[in-house]
């Protein structure tokens, strides 16, 4: 997992509440495993008409929010199913921030794991961030600070220091397992001296 420290971007803003999973990344694409080429598919029952062509007031469709590396949404964002599809889709289209008032809870633990930064606040405070948007102006996010930087403003934020820490060095579910291999083939190698029989073919 790549890591994430710092992030400067013009923000897309999504004004939709309780946007779940399924219109993240639609049940149609969940065949694939791989966390790659899912970007394209992206919102697609309301990014693309019935002939699969790009709708044009679609802001993720639109120069220069097509290349937004941060989204802007309405509360409840990622209800509905645990698909982890979601995160992937957001990530493979370059969208590697979510700012929002709340989020389901998986989708928000999710994010984490796939090196997305998901950020809670208030509905005052992403007003004033519209604003950037408005404009096409980028903003600034600074993890390690846990703030947003936008004119000569500035905003604080709050995450988890377990998960900034898995953000801050690319750690997901497997990297942190692996930091832990010594104490595994330490353990293993106890319980076979101990227990030998169960090794047996």
């Given at each position: 997992m790549k890591k994430f420290n710092s992030l400067k971007s013009i923000p897309a803003y999504l004004p939709i509440m309780n946007i779940d999973t399924d219109m993240i990344i639609p049940k149609q694409f969940l065949k694939t495993i791989k966390r790659t080429g899912l970007g394209k598919n992206l919102f697609f029952e309301i990014r693309y008409d019935n002939d699969g062509k790009e709708i044009k007031d679609f802001v993720l469709n639109q120069e220069p929010y097509n290349k937004s590396k941060i989204l802007i949404t309405g509360k409840n964002f990622g209800c509905g199913s645990s698909r982890e599809h979601a995160p992937w889709a957001l990530a493979d289209f370059g969208i590697t921030c979510v700012i929002s008032s709340s989020y389901a809870d998986i989708f928000y633990n999710n994010c984490f794991k796939n090196g997305i930064l998901p950020i809670v606040l208030e509905e005052e405070k992403i007003k004033e961030l519209l604003e950037y948007f408005k404009r096409k102006q980028e903003i600034s996010i600074d993890l390690n600070e846990e703030k947003i930087f936008f004119g000569n403003k500035e905003i604080k934020f709050e995450i988890d220091s377990f998960k900034k820490k898995c953000l801050l060095e690319g750690l997901?579910?497997?990297?942190?397992?692996?930091?832990?291999?010594?104490?595994?083939?330490?353990?293993?190698?106890?319980?076979?001296?101990?227990?030998?029989w169960i090794f047996n073919d």
């Amino acid at each position: 997992m790549k890591k994430f420290n710092s992030l400067k971007s013009i923000p897309a803003y999504l004004p939709i509440m309780n946007i779940d999973t399924d219109m993240i990344i639609p049940k149609q694409f969940l065949k694939t495993i791989k966390r790659t080429g899912l970007g394209k598919n992206l919102f697609f029952e309301i990014r693309y008409d019935n002939d699969g062509k790009e709708i044009k007031d679609f802001v993720l469709n639109q120069e220069p929010y097509n290349k937004s590396k941060i989204l802007i949404t309405g509360k409840n964002f990622g209800c509905g199913s645990s698909r982890e599809h979601a995160p992937w889709a957001l990530a493979d289209f370059g969208i590697t921030c979510v700012i929002s008032s709340s989020y389901a809870d998986i989708f928000y633990n999710n994010c984490f794991k796939n090196g997305i930064l998901p950020i809670v606040l208030e509905e005052e405070k992403i007003k004033e961030l519209l604003e950037y948007f408005k404009r096409k102006q980028e903003i600034s996010i600074d993890l390690n600070e846990e703030k947003i930087f936008f004119g000569n403003k500035e905003i604080k934020f709050e995450i988890d220091s377990f998960k900034k820490k898995c953000l801050l060095e690319g750690l997901d579910d497997i990297a942190l397992s692996l930091e832990k291999e010594e104490k595994i083939f330490s353990f293993e190698k106890n319980l076979k001296n101990q227990k030998p029989w169960i090794f047996n073919d």
